[in-house]
């Protein structure tokens, strides 16, 4: 994108024929771009338009511009209301475990992977380990469900400790560990792809430097390894931090209910509920759009660290 | 070739043991769900614990699953949102990828920030919704394949791959007098297939796995892709229309059976061709992963 950046600092005086010019030259290039910007103009900017209903009292009948303002009165409401605090507990806590738990994973699965010797056998680890990410969410829920009712399989073994039956998924306590587990499974495989290209990039005299130093595995794992994956780390972790505001709340609307919203409820999923299922359109509307701007925020400082760290950055 | 130590040959052996630990915790809830579909239906009620072999064995469950009409339309629906989406998604994006990667285009700067800012700012779920429907999408498949047809993430890998390609190729076709459309067609679509396959791929896979959208925007069932379709039956434990044929006691007692081979019909497909495919996935991870 260098390129991108450096044009258009050249732009002469007389701005119209050059335009012109330009659209002449191109002009099967900007016919081309014509759907493609038309797709943007109405289905991502729309919405954005659209979202001026969040300081209005919207209702389908008036439309969107007929429906009269009404100031940051949603907004108010939102931030007083009991769930505020709720939904923002739920969501950053989710994300922590996720983040906690679901970031080193993939990176110790690539490094465990990196030592094996036996080419047949990382690659049926890798395979199994893929395929998680190859079945629907839909079905990943289904079959969380299944295991976690209280005829499931865990429940099978927790008789074995004294335990009674009961469904895992109707006790707040265990939506959030169940959440975490399972997006582990899910995601282990696939994400450690990353990590695995940048090991095989790792200069192997590096290793054999270190092993006449007389450095052990433990060693070459701190003094070489490491340090020579730490970028892509780094990345990947902004990255992830700055999308922390985005939970994947599809999964939790597959998998809570009306007894875990205490600890499963986040900010997306209120907006469905409140939104499409309640019809509080404005209301809900001026939720998501608190957490689009958080978010936005939240990627912007990620890029700006990543570019000061890494020189890497999103654009 | 280097000696190993002692120390080393214990690190290795205990990796090994490690990591096939790992793999069978993975793969053990697919061999349980796989195994739990092949059996009979009071095997699998009085069964507890961990399943290795079928409890029983009956496939039963699987023709009635294969025979309720929901799953079929369900699975002609997403068919159907399949063959149309691949074949919108594949294009919007190509052109526009194609434009994009035009170095020199004026406007190119301010466009690709234009589309670049939807990634990390969106109007929300609601606006969103009535977007599409003030379009007239409402109630249609039209509604899971136009309002989704382009992802952004996508297009930058597709935008990527199109930049590696020299210019001096489609220099030489200019000067012989090809127009753009023809530069794209027959040198950078040729040129450019192992990227296309990887984007084909993702497309295809996001559209198979997406249900919220079918949820939002559907209120005729005949319409229902599979996934919302597994969701009725998987989530909100409804195996009625499985079932009312059967009628005797057996099939009241293939309940579980049924979700079990549910999630089988609708899996196995996938997991058979991915190990196929799992060298392009990986290609688009690494491309993608290049730009960010």
């Given amino acids: ?315 | 070739m280097i000696k190993r130590s002692v120390g080393e040959r214990i690190f290795e052996i205990i990796n090994i043991i490690i990591l096939t630990l790992l793999g069978l915790i993975a793969l053990y809830p697919l061999w349980h769900v796989l195994m739990a579909s092949i059996s009979s239906g009071d095997g699998l009620a009085r069964h507890t614990g961990a399943m290795f072999v079928p409890a029983g064995f009956s496939l039963k469950a699987y023709r009635l699953v294969l025979e309720t009409p929901m799953v079929l339309k369900g699975y002609g629906n997403t068919l159907y949102i399949l063959v149309f989406g691949l074949a919108l998604s594949m294009t919007m994006t190509i052109l526009g990828a194609f434009a994009l990667s035009r170095k020199g285009l004026y406007g190119r700067k301010v466009i690709l920030l234009f589309i670049i800012f939807t990634m990390y700012f969106s109007g929300g779920m609601i606006p969103f919704y009535f977007t599409v429907k003030n379009v007239g999408l409402a109630d249609t498949r039209w509604a899971l394949i136009v309002p989704t047809c382009v992802n952004t993430f996508n297009f930058i890998i597709m935008r990527t791959g199109f930049e590696a390609i020299p210019v001096s190729l489609e220099e030489s076709a200019k000067i012989d007098g090809a127009n753009d459309f023809v530069v794209l067609w027959k040198i950078i679509l040729p040129l450019a297939k192992p990227i296309i396959a990887v984007i084909v791929l993702y497309y295809a896979v996001g559209i198979w796995n997406s249900w919220f959208n079918a949820m939002l925007f559907l209120r005729n069932r005949e319409l229902y892709p599979l996934q919302l379709v597994l969701r009725e039956i998987l989530i909100q434990n409804d195996t009625a229309a499985m079932t009312m044929g059967g009628g005797d006691a057996d099939t009241g007692m293939l309940n579980e059976v049924l979700k079990y081979a549910t999630i089988c019909v609708a899996t196995i497909p996938i997991l058979v061709i991915y190990p196929f495919l799992q060298k392009y996935f990986a290609k688009g991870v690494m491309v993608g992963a290049v730009k960010g």
Wanted: hydrophobic share 50%; aromatic share 14%.
């Fill in chain 1, 1 to 315: 994108m260098k390129q991108a950046i450096s044009f258009g600092q050249a732009v002469p005086r007389q701005k119209k024929p050059r335009l012109l010019r330009e659209l002449a030259k191109n002009k099967y290039i900007y016919i081309m771009l014509v759907p493609f910007l038309l797709f943007y103009i109405i289905f991502m900017y729309g919405p954005m338009y659209g979202a001026m209903i969040a300081f209005k009292d919207f209702t389908p009948k008036l439309g969107i511009l007929g429906s009269p303002w009404v100031g940051i009165k949603h907004f108010e409401a939102f931030f007083g209301s009991i769930y505020f605090w709720r939904l923002l507990r739920n969501t950053i806590s989710i994300s922590l475990q996720t983040l906690v738990f679901g970031f080193p994973a993939p990176i110790i699965l690539a490094l465990l992977l990196n030592e094996v010797r036996q080419a047949w056998f990382k690659k049926t680890v890798q395979t199994i380990s893929y395929m998680p990410h190859f079945i629907s969410l839909v079905v990943v829920c289904g079959i969380i469900k299944i295991f976690t009712g209280s005829e499931g399989i865990i429940n099978d073994f927790m008789v074995q400790f004294g335990q009674e039956r009961r469904d895992l998924l109707l006790d707040p306590a265990l939506f959030q560990p169940i959440y975490v587990i399972s997006d582990i499974w899910q995601k282990i495989g696939w994400e450690s792809i990353i990590y695995l290209a940048a090991l095989s990039s790792v200069d192997q005299e590096l290793y054999e430097a270190a092993r006449i130093d007389g450095a052990g595995k433990w060693r070459q794992l701190l003094s070489v390894t490491l340090p020579c994956i730490l970028p892509t780390i780094v990345v990947m972790l902004i990255l992830r931090v700055g999308s922390m505001m985005n939970i994947g709340f599809e999964k939790i609307i597959l998998l809570y209910n009306g007894n875990t919203y205490e600890t499963a409820d986040v900010i997306s999923s209120y907006v469905y509920r409140k939104g499409i299922q309640e019809f509080s359109y404005s209301f809900s509307t001026a939720v998501g759009l608190f957490n689009s701007v958080i978010n936005f925020f939240l990627v912007l400082s990620a890029n700006t660290i990543s570019k000061k760290v890494n020189d890497t950055s999103l654009w």
